[in-house]
């Protein structure tokens, strides 16, 4: 009662009391009376208002007398405000609502809490009460669990004895569900079927109002664990929510289920599953507005979700989504004008909306020209910038502030932002990041002191923000023990948080921040910051490895989870963890194909039904495996919270032998960092260059590679940014490993211009996803060609799907089969997914020459395509638990992925390291049936002669990198000729990159598309 009094805030407290007053003058019991004050005064003291306790609780006192039973009620009254004063005992201190405004209760007391309830406890008895004996020992069970390391079970269990002894079944099924929580925080995985039976329960005898309380109770507790982040226990209360709201036919409890959903999924920063969950609360919301007179209540919380679906679509810069919010907001802001009374809280969401929607055209613009910048297009990115500068109304200060820096005019951003700041007429929170922004740190450091002053709060789900703030400030102002320090406190607290995660998928997303992005950038620059004041050759060498362990951090999340695979026995264990895997990618893959559905079809988004249908069933199945996986291999889930990811520089110094260099890249902002590491050390340079400008470079050069041009020009200068730098530690001849950074993935290093020739022709070049895996063991076991291998080319497709017969693709597998001592082929009909997926465990060579789809933007929907209408995803890879030597993709753009803010790339390479694969040979654009057919041979020729991959891949590479037109035609043809298949066509590609390429010998669109991942 007192929750509703407090969430109806318009409500006057007199008017209850009033109430009270007009019901107490109706009884005649004094029992009932009694009961009543003490109710009233049980009221006033939850909603804050103490001054009208004490009348209300005297009375009560003075009707009680000598009655056992009335004084056991009183003494477990004042109890329960000891121990819970602004909730109860029964719902375990928990608030079941979102409460508007705050309130100002004692803090807890469980001393008197004791007290109280240890007299209650000796009333009940003289009174026989058994129901009261049962609440006194559940709230004991609770002072219990408050004690470090007590154990409320056994209390717990007498209570339930109690309860069921008394007849109350409500009170019994109430301690149920205590013991049920308990569970959940100790880590056990509460099968669903309780659910069941606690609903039919509920439906014969209970009634719905008890199920909905449960519902919100097991929703409460689960916000309560998320309060350290997203944790697998806060998952597993919320998954019994949503089941135990379904079966009571509790349509507002699964609102709430599904809104504590959204804010788990946005806490991860996984903006595709809350996009679409945001999208259908919109439509819903939206929809029930109707044409009509509109309640001011419905209004707001269409307006509340609307603008948190536009804050989902600003920050993933997606200009489709951006329209699709806009629609939303015009027309709740178009349906205010039918609500008949405004009160403040309307006038209020009524303005932010406004000012959302006018300010959705420029953002849409700008955008726009953030796409066109990562795809390479300059002046169309200028362009729609200067456009959405141009749309902004004089008032639209802040966005007219980071457009101008956008531009590069950093000194009218500048003056704009000190004139604003001057006038008091910036928020000194946007103030410190506006300045760091406009390299202004000294005038950042005073907003941030004065921020200080005024005692703003870090934000409450990502308090690691603050420090890392500071950390970044400290940096700029050249205080780098200082900064050091902060940003250590905001990565552990991060980790700490993102450590809770089970799903691998969400804790990938959780680092796809540029928050996130800049806080272990800002580390590192501390730290070579440090190396730089270092009083000692000694110092400066151990700050430059923190900054080079902490650089690779993000990008070590894949082989954290690879410790464990590596850890986990066969049989199944390992097989548990394959369809965990394989579960969650369908699941992101789900949500990136509903997603895109919202994002293309504003006025006509996928029906709620399908939606919900759809996410359910990748839901219950990731569920299901999850329950398996916590059951058969629970290291896997909870393991790594006891690990920090990435690289630590002696393992990796250690993997470093013979003429093996590390060349590792890591961009942010306006620096580049570029280390080169090899058995004598370790050694970097910082070079400025503006982030956006080194992808925009990078995507122009590998557009003309692989699309029949090379841009020298352009190699150029890619060489002097990432390879100069450390030129004096690549010598001719020598392994160069590159670990990339974001889109620095795209580029294929071995074809930059380089002495004279390019890197290719002087150096082997070979890939990492993070540095940490040169520390794995056997890392670079060869490939064991007599093993069990299974090759799959030129599959039978379905006529429907237009894709066009690759006989250059089984010309490649015949051969191939031939170097290899136990290879099993698979072509045309018989390439099927089940097929693939039944031989593939435990081969050690899996290659796949086909057709293939890669969607940056849709990562886990990317594919190989197989026979008839089969293909085989992400999720199906990751799924095939291989501890394979070698996986090749001999497809189009299988190296290509998704790369995220801090670093890792999404896609079909991550998914086959995942699954346990040592090396990796995928290519970076469209492959030509003919020249990869050549190509592959040519490299499995090398590894039976005993190369390794890195060396027999730049061997096959180089050979075709000699061959013109009609001497790759005539070394096709002896192939062909030698294994009896047919003829070559077209590329393995389902989108075509460009025009067909010219004749030109040498292009290294016919030699260079495959790069290889491995030591």
Not at 197 to 203: D, I, Q
Not at 386 to 408: K, Y
Not at 547 to 556: E, P, S, V
Not at 940 to 968: C, F, I, M
Request: charged fraction near 25%.
């Amino acid at each position: 009662m007192a929750e509703n009094v407090l969430a109806g805030a318009d409500e006057d407290m007199s008017a209850v009391y009033k109430e009270f007053q007009e019901l107490g003058e109706r009884l005649a019991s004094r029992d009932a009376l009694c009961y009543l004050r003490l109710v009233q005064a049980d009221v006033a003291r939850r909603a804050g208002s103490t001054q009208d306790v004490a009348a209300p609780l005297a009375e009560a006192q003075r009707l009680a007398g000598d009655d056992p039973l009335m004084n056991a009620h009183i003494a477990l009254t004042e109890g329960d405000w000891a121990l819970a004063p602004a909730s109860h005992p029964d719902i375990l201190s928990l608030s079941l609502t979102r409460l508007p405004v705050e309130v100002t209760l004692p803090a807890a007391d469980p001393s008197s809490a004791r007290r109280h309830y240890l007299r209650a406890e000796e009333l009940y008895t003289s009174a026989g009460a058994a129901a009261g004996r049962a609440a006194v020992t559940l709230r004991l069970a609770c002072l219990t669990r408050e004690d470090a390391g007590g154990d409320p079970a056994p209390l717990l269990r007498r209570a339930v004895e109690a309860a069921a002894g008394s007849g109350r079944s409500a009170l019994r099924r109430v301690m149920e569900t205590h013991l049920l929580l308990d569970r959940l925080d100790a880590g056990e995985d509460v099968p669903l079927d309780e659910m069941d039976a606690l609903a039919a329960w509920s439906r014969a005898e209970g009634g719905d109002g008890f199920a909905q309380g449960i519902v919100r109770l097991l929703l409460a507790r689960a916000r309560k664990l998320r309060e350290n982040g997203p944790s697998l226990p806060a998952m597993r209360g919320m998954r019994l929510a949503r089941r135990l709201a379904a079966l009571a036919d509790a349509p507002q409890e699964r609102t709430l289920a599904g809104r504590d959903l959204i804010d788990l999924i946005s806490e991860a920063n996984f903006r595709f599953a809350s996009t679409v969950l945001l999208a259908g609360e919109a439509a819903r919301h939206v929809a029930g507005l109707g044409t009509g007179p509109v309640d001011a209540l419905a209004w707001t919380r269409a307006a509340d979700v609307v603008n948190e679906l536009d804050n989902v679509a600003e920050s993933s810069a997606d200009p489709d989504l951006k329209r699709v919010a806009a629609a939303y907001l015009n027309a709740v802001a178009d349906a205010a004008g039918r609500i008949r009374q405004r009160p403040a809280r309307v006038e209020q969401a009524l303005a932010a909306t406004l000012e959302a929607a006018r300010q959705a055209h420029p953002l849409i613009l700008r955008y726009e020209g953030r796409r066109d910048e990562q795809a390479g297009r300059r002046r169309e990115s200028r362009l729609h910038l200067q456009e959405a500068l141009d749309a902004l109304r004089d008032d639209d200060v802040i966005l007219r502030i980071v457009l101008l820096a956008e531009l590069g005019r950093r000194d009218e951003a500048h003056e704009i932002t000190m004139t604003l700041l001057k006038a008091g007429m910036l928020h000194l929170d946007f103030a410190v990041s506006l300045f760091l922004i406009l390299e202004d740190p000294e005038t950042a450091q005073l907003a941030l002191r004065a921020l200080d002053e005024q005692g703003w709060p870090p934000p409450a789900r990502r308090p690691w923000l603050d420090a890392a703030r500071r950390a970044e400030l400290a940096t700029a102002l050249g205080r780098f023990d200082e900064a050091v320090t902060h940003g250590a406190r905001a990565i552990e607290d991060f980790e700490t948080r993102s450590a809770g995660l089970v799903r691998e998928v969400l804790r990938t997303s959780m680092t796809d921040d540029v928050n996130v992005a800049a806080m272990y950038h800002f580390g590192v620059m501390a730290h070579l910051g440090r190396a730089g004041q270092a009083d000692s050759p000694v110092e400066a060498d151990r700050a430059v490895r923190d900054a080079f362990q902490l650089a690779d951090r993000c990008r070590g999340l894949v082989v954290d989870l690879l410790h464990a695979l590596d850890a986990l026995p066969d049989g199944a264990p390992r097989d548990a963890v394959a369809r965990w895997l394989r579960a969650g990618s369908a699941w992101a893959a789900a949500y990136e194909g509903l997603a895109r559905e919202v994002a293309r079809a504003a006025a006509d988004p996928p029906p709620p039904e399908e939606v919900q249908r759809r996410i359910l069933a990748v839901e219950d199945e990731l569920e299901a495996a999850e329950s398996t996986v916590a059951e058969l291999a629970p290291q896997v889930l909870t393991g790594w919270r006891e690990r920090r990811p990435g690289a630590n520089w002696d393992e990796v110094r250690a993997g470093l032998t013979g003429d093996r260099v590390l060349l590792y890249y890591e961009a942010f902002g306006q620096d580049l960092v570029v280390w080169a590491a090899g058995s004598d050390g370790l050694r970097h340079q910082r070079v400025r260059v503006r982030e956006r400008d080194l992808t925009a470079d990078v995507r122009t050069f590998h557009q003309s590679c692989a699309t029949g041009w090379y841009d020298r020009q352009l190699g150029e200068r890619l060489t002097d940014l990432l390879l100069q730098p450390v030129q004096s530690m690549i010598a001719d001849d020598g392994h160069l490993i590159v670990v990339p950074h974001r889109s620095l993935a795209l580029l294929p290093f071995h074809a930059l211009p380089w002495r004279g020739k390019v890197l290719g022709e002087r150096n082997h070049v070979s890939h990492l996803p993070s540095a940490a895996l040169l520390a794995r063991p056997e890392a670079a076991r060869a490939p064991d060609l007599n093993g069990p291998a299974l090759l799959v080319g030129n599959p039978a497709y379905s006529p429907q799907r237009g894709l066009h017969p690759l006989g250059g693709s089984a010309t490649e597998v015949a051969a191939i089969a031939g170097m290899l001592g136990d290879a099993r082929l698979l072509t045309g009909d018989d390439a099927t997914e089940q097929a693939v997926r039944a031989r593939a465990p435990g081969c050690r060579i899996l290659h796949l020459a086909t057709h293939g789809l890669v969607d940056e933007l849709a990562p886990h929907g990317s594919y190989l395509a197989l026979a008839g209408d089969d293909r085989l995803t992400v999720g199906d890879l990751m799924g095939l638990d291989l501890g394979a030597d070698l996986v090749v993709l001999s497809a189009c753009h299988t190296g290509k992925g998704t790369a995220t803010a801090g670093g890792d790339i999404v896609g079909l390479v991550r998914a086959a390291v995942t699954a346990g694969a040592r090396h990796v040979v995928v290519s970076l654009w469209p492959a030509d049936d003919q020249a990869a057919a050549l190509l592959m041979t040519e490299m499995y020729r090398g590894l039976a002669e005993g190369d390794g991959v890195t060396q027999a891949l730049t061997s096959a590479r180089r050979w075709v990198r000699t061959l013109d037109e009609d001497a790759r035609d005539a070394a096709y043809e002896t192939l062909r000729r030698d294994v009896g298949t047919g003829g070559a066509s077209g590329v393995r590609d389902l989108r075509p990159e460009g025009p067909a390429p010219g004749p030109e010998i040498g292009l290294p669109y016919f030699w260079g598309s495959f790069v290889h991942y491995g030591v």
